[in-house]
């Protein structure tokens, strides 16, 4: 895998390479002085001990700006898919943007690789920021680490004194750290963040991170790797003992929005793995139990082509399976958990619900003899909001039950699965159960025979998102109190009007107004071709 080489020298040669020097002497000097963005490209095959390399910091902070030293990949020789993206080790010297703080910062991680994707960082849970230099060293102890200034170590593996000789990148994309018998002493694939290579396995022990992006940015590195910042919020790939799931976390609370259980009722789910064809589910045992693959519809190259990788996308949320097309000259999912826009966890703004068309609506409340003025469709991207809602993603607000009241939202459901409460059966105690909780600014009430328990369930919610609008059979079964699924969220007290205010129940009977441009207009045309019928073209037949 050696991909430095000699040749002979002659004087002319020798002339020739001193200028060169110089010029890339100039070079250098030159992006320090205009820092915006440079690559440094190493050919080292192993890093042995006592290895240290390092990269400059601009002293003055230059949005945008990466500096990126290449140490080693894989050889082209050792692929067995001609064609495909080959692995690549850097240290990384990132401009980030601080939205708490005025004082911008330089981030220093090491990164792996696959071709333009970033399949592993150092700084994936937790950035080390630094100023003047960013250095990695492997130590006479054996430990990999990063440093700043003046030394600060940032990140380290924490294998010192444990007979480490070098660090080598294997073809199958783990980065390993190894004594002089080859055995691993530490390995990246046992540290995932947010993608699954081929040939790593996922444990209970272990789960898959994709921390949510908060802000907005040109920056692919930045994109892929946000370490949570600000945001609470963040998804997990999780394996349990007789399902795989992925999770939206907020705060202490988790809520699922997808599952997978094998078709055989397996109860003793140990780890999953991910090979050339299928994401494999494996037991205590050893034995194969499931397998989720490509669709017998795919085309015949994503058939050929092997899976690089599995990956949970921070944008999304949704669980993809990737092969590279050289046709496309790019990684394409050949599967994908969620397939509507509707199904994904937070398809619209806190508040907002996603419609039969595929678009997001603010939440209206009406009732007989008023309407909320509060309410209103935002541009822009913004957040949903309006008089008596508690603030989005707030958990509660930690608002009084004396003034709060439940109100139910008809026709609609919601994607994501919130912490189940005893509450004997019945959905008023559900909502009372709610509206006593300070964190609890939504619930959602099943019967027994819509729950996948098989029994009445109450779930409740730190948040009010994940809400989508259910086909018309089930919204009319909903609206005439049939049995089936019943979401309320909490809103201040005195909110409706003052008939509404002396219902006997209350929960306030409210219908939902979710219909978007593309949906009104549908209802309209459909409206009024049965008015013209009615009115004017069957008075007619009729007479005739």
Excluded at 127 to 154: A, H, I, M, N, P
Excluded at 346 to 365: F, M, R, V
Aim: proline share 3%.
């Amino acid at each position: 895998m050696n991909c430095c080489k000699t040749k002979n020298t002659t004087p002319d040669t020798i002339l020739l390479h001193h200028l060169f020097l110089r010029i890339s002497f100039f070079f250098f000097f030159f992006l320090l002085l205009f820092p915006y963005h440079y690559h440094v490209g190493r050919c080292d095959s192993d890093v042995g001990l006592g290895y240290r390399v390092t990269l400059a910091i601009p002293p003055a902070y230059s949005p945008g700006f990466v500096g990126r030293a290449y140490l080693m990949e894989t050889d082209d020789d050792d692929r067995q898919n001609p064609g495909q993206p080959i692995f690549r080790t850097a240290l990384t010297v990132l401009a980030q943007a601080q939205q708490d703080d005025d004082d911008d910062e330089y981030s220093c991680s090491l990164d792996l690789f696959l071709g333009n994707v970033k399949v592993w960082s150092s700084a994936h849970f937790s950035r080390f920021y630094t100023s003047d230099k960013c250095t990695l060293e492997l130590t006479q102890l054996g430990d990999l680490v990063l440093k700043g200034l003046d030394d600060r170590v940032g990140w380290r593996s924490g294998t010192a004194g444990q007979g480490v000789q070098r660090l080598h990148l294997l073809r199958s994309g783990n980065l390993v750290l190894v004594d002089s018998q080859n055995s691993i002493k530490w390995q990246t694939f046992n540290f995932p963040t947010d993608i699954m290579l081929w040939g790593q396995r996922l444990s209970s022990r272990t789960r898959l991170t994709s921390f949510i992006i908060t802000t907005t940015t040109n920056n692919s590195d930045n994109k892929n790797n946000s370490s949570g910042g600000a945001n609470p919020m963040f998804y997990t790939f999780e394996v349990q003992y007789d399902k795989i799931v992925l999770f939206l976390n907020h705060g202490k609370m988790k809520y699922s929005y997808w599952e997978f259980r094998p078709p055989s009722g397996e109860h003793n789910i140990t780890y999953v793995e991910l090979t050339s064809t299928a994401l494999e589910i494996y037991n205590g045992n050893f034995q194969k139990v499931a397998q989720i693959s490509t669709s017998p519809s795919q085309s015949q190259q994503q058939l050929n082509s092997p899976l690089r990788f599995l990956a949970l996308e921070n944008a999304t949320g949704n669980l993809g399976l990737y092969y590279y097309s050289t046709r496309e000259s790019g990684f394409q999912a050949s599967f994908q958990a969620l397939n509507t826009t509707c199904d994904l966890p937070l398809a619209c703004d806190p508040y907002g619900i996603c419609t039969l068309s595929q678009t997001c609506s603010c939440i209206n409340l009406v009732t007989r003899t008023a309407v909320e003025p509060g309410w209103r469709r935002t541009g822009g991207g913004s957040s949903c909001g309006g008089v008596g809602l508690l603030s989005s993603d707030s958990g509660g607000n930690n608002i009084d039950d004396q003034a709060a009241e439940m109100v139910e939202l008809r026709g609609v459901t919601s994607v994501l699965k919130g912490a189940l409460v005893e509450v004997d059966g019945s959905k008023a105690r559900c909502e009372n159960f709610c509206l006593k909780n300070n964190t609890c600014v939504a619930a959602l009430y099943t019967t027994s025979s819509s729950s996948d328990e098989g029994r009445a369930g109450c779930y409740v919610y730190g948040l009010v998102r994940g809400i989508k609008q259910v086909d018309s059979g089930r919204s009319n079964a909903l609206m005439m109190g049939g049995s089936g699924t019943t979401y309320m969220i909490k809103v201040s007290k005195g909110t409706g009007s003052e008939e509404a205010q002396h219902q006997h129940s209350g929960l306030k009977r409210w219908v939902v107004i979710v219909i978007g441009v593309g949906d009104g207009l549908l209802i309209f045309v459909v409206v009024g071709g049965i008015g013209y019928y009615f009115i004017y073209y069957r008075p007619r037949t009729t007479s005739n």
